[in-house]
């Protein structure tokens, strides 16, 4: 028995000293997505065509450019994407923008039914004028909805 309760505080111990070490690069890591999200949100809010949510045209100028950089820039905007996802979800017990980041995130990523995916939530009332509020402060078109 007093062999059993000596283990466990050493394994509690161990346990202590390796979230000691990890907790900070757990903060710093939120941290830094945190103020990336922050700082480009705005900046990705602006690129979104104003005509977006009614639009079903799947002619970009990203269809135009060569395949093996198509290639390159889908794995790497996915990657981008998930790791964000994950980030956010680390960020929802962590400091920092859990949900925006991982709304981000989704943006990014590709998966079946994404459209409508962001048609559904940009086109809920706060989110919509959060964005139009946003882009006119910005000097650019709101997005035009189908109601």
């Known amino acids: 028995m007093i062999k059993k309760v000596f283990f466990l505080d050493e394994m509690e111990s161990i346990f202590l000293d390796y979230f000691k070490v990890v907790i900070p690069y757990l903060v710093g890591i939120s941290i830094f997505i945190m103020v990336i999200s922050l700082l480009s949100i705005k900046w990705l809010v602006n690129q979104i065509p104003s005509d977006y949510l009614i639009k079903n045209t799947t002619e970009t100028s990203f269809n135009k450019l060569p395949v093996p950089l198509r290639i390159l820039i889908f794995i790497f905007k996915n990657l981008l994407g998930y790791l ?22 989704l943006v990014l990523s590709d998966y079946p039914g994404k ?33």
């Open 84 to 105: 964000l996802i994950l980030g956010g979800m680390i960020m929802l017990i962590l400091p920092g923008q859990g949900l925006l980041t991982m709304m981000v995130g």
């Open 115 to 147: 459209k409508a995916f962001e048609k559904k939530i940009i086109a809920s009332e706060p989110i919509l004028k959060t964005i139009n509020w946003a882009r006119k402060k910005s000097g650019v078109k709101p997005l035009i909805t189908e109601n």
